[in-house]
T-cell receptor, first 109, second 110 residues
Framework: GIQVEQSPPDLILQEGANSTLRCNFS?????LQWFHQNPWGQLINLFY???GTKQNGRLSATTVATERYSLLYISSSQTTDSGVYFC???????????FGTGTSLTVIP | NAGVTQTPKFQVLKTGQSMTLQCAQD?????MYWYRQDPGMGLRLIYY???????DKGEVPNGYNVSRLNKREFSLRLESAAPSQTSVYFC?????????FGEGSWLTVV
């Protein structure tokens, strides 16, 4: 399978601070997604980003497929950003998504 | 639009008991999945189904069975529950680029 490593494993921020989360993967992929798992356990899609850069409000993501990594940027963090952020990748042919172990983010007021 | 619905949300089992986790999606997706999530280990794939009538093992299939009853439904069965199967279970479905998750089922085996 594809190995997916995320860093840092844990992150504590003051409200208003910026952060960068990283996802490294061990093989070529044609599907990469970022998820946020809120404190109630719900998994929400943030980005589908196999390559390039996307922005959605205070969040943006960049994937450099040739170098096998992706970055998730969170600007002006809010307490509602707290939770675990997962990166997941998939390679065709195949149906399996491989997940990293996540970055646990805590935003303090 | 319900998306992916899984039941039950919480369950406590005794070692050796059996149970089935139910999952249904209303997005007409072909692919469906069962994952388990354990502390510090991310999500690990138990089984998946690429289409109605097909199932395949994932990373951690031992102790589980699945049934793709129709295009909408994909169930996960624990035949003889063990404490090591205490976990949070997520059902998911996908079509094309994005995967959508249910809200999770918290299972404790004592």
């Amino acid at each position: 399978g594809i190995q997916v490593e995320q860093s840092p494993p844990d992150l504590i921020l003051q409200e208003g601070a910026n952060s960068t989360l990283r996802c490294n993967f061990s093989d070529s992929v044609n599907n990469l997604q970022w998820f946020h798992q809120n404190p109630w356990g719900q998994l929400i899609n943030l980005f589908y980003i196999p390559s390039g850069t996307k922005q959605n409000g205070r969040l943006s993501a960049t994937t450099v497929a040739t170098e096998r990594y992706s970055l998730l940027y969170i600007s002006s963090s809010q307490t509602t950003d707290s939770g675990v952020y997962f990166c997941a990748v998939k390679r065709s042919p195949g149906n399996q998504f491989y997940f990293g172990t996540g970055t646990s983010l805590t935003v303090i007021p | 639009n319900a998306g992916v619905t899984q039941t039950p949300k919480f369950q406590v089992l005794k070692t050796g008991q059996s149970m089935t986790l139910q999952c249904a999606q209303d997005m007409n997706h072909n692919s469906m999945y069962w994952y388990r999530q354990d502390p510090g280990m991310g999500l690990r794939l138990i089984y998946y189904s690429a289409s109605e009538g097909t199932t395949d093992k994932g990373e951690v299939p031992n102790g589980y069975n699945v049934s793709r009853l129709n295009k909408r439904e994909f169930s996960l069965r624990l035949e003889s529950a063990a404490p090591s199967q205490t976990s949070v279970y997520f059902c998911a479905s996908s079509e094309g680029y994005t995967i959508y998750f249910g809200e999770g089922s918290w299972l404790t085996v004592v």
